[in-house]
Each structure stands twice: as C-alpha cells, then as structure tokens.
C-alpha cells in the first residue's frame, strides 16, 4: 500500500524507537518523527490510538514509568478513559513507538516494534 504520510511517535532516546527508525529508513521509507518530550502528546492522536488498539496496547506496563506509579494508580487504569489521564500526563507510559499510516483520509496505527506487520503492509 502506498502511504501519503507516516509518523513515528516516541522518544528519541528509546532503544526501540531508535530501531525502528533504523528499520524504517533501511527498507526506504520516509517517515516524520514526533518527539513526545519536546512536541507533547496530541490528545486528538492518543483519542484515536486508544479507539484502534485499545488502552491495554497502548499503555506500557513493563516500562519504568509504569513501574513508579502506586499500586493503587495501577490498579486504577482499567479501560481507555482510565488511562487517558496518566497517559496525557507522562507520554512515557506510552508503549514505543507508536507509528500512523496514512493513506489518503484513513490512518492505521501500529504500537511497539513490529517490522513483520510493517512488511505486509
């Protein structure tokens, strides 16, 4: 499929983000990276990459980020709304990287380092 736009979501220091920005433009495709620390979250993205992958995709529960929130804030983040606001919060709870596929109108997400799914693209 032909892409008109692909964005890579994350953090440039992010051992996975750095691979699959590697990966990306090793296999030639052009991508534009949104850097989290520096450009924020836009919460119109995040509304959308909990619609298509769901908050337990999204949400990275072995990171250190997870890791730092209490027990009870875990246990507090039980569907998409739950996790909206500690996700707004820290980016980094994020799982990495999260990359948009746009073609034309449509967007598809894919979340985490997955080059056997982005071949069959």
């Excluded at 953090?11 to 691979?19: G, L, Q």
């Excluded at 850097?35 to 990275?60: C, M, R, S």
């Excluded at 983040?77 to 990359?99: E, G, H």
Aim: hydrophobic fraction near 35%.
């Amino acid at each position: 499929m032909k892409y008109t736009a692909i964005t890579v979501y994350g953090i440039p220091n992010c051992d996975t983000v750095k691979k699959a920005r590697t990966w990306l433009a090793d296999q030639g495709f052009e991508y534009v990276f949104h850097d989290f620390k520096k450009q924020g979250l836009p919460e119109k993205n995040l509304n959308h990459w909990l619609k298509e992958a769901g908050w337990e995709t999204v949400v990275n529960r072995k990171g250190t980020s997870w890791r730092k929130l209490s027990t009870m804030e875990q246990a507090s983040v039980t569907s998409n709304d739950s996790a909206k606001p500690f996700l707004m919060a820290n980016p980094s709870l994020i799982k990495r990287p999260v990359i948009e596929w746009q073609s034309g109108s449509d967007v598809e997400i894919t979340v985490g380092y997955q080059p056997d799914r982005w071949l069959a693209r």
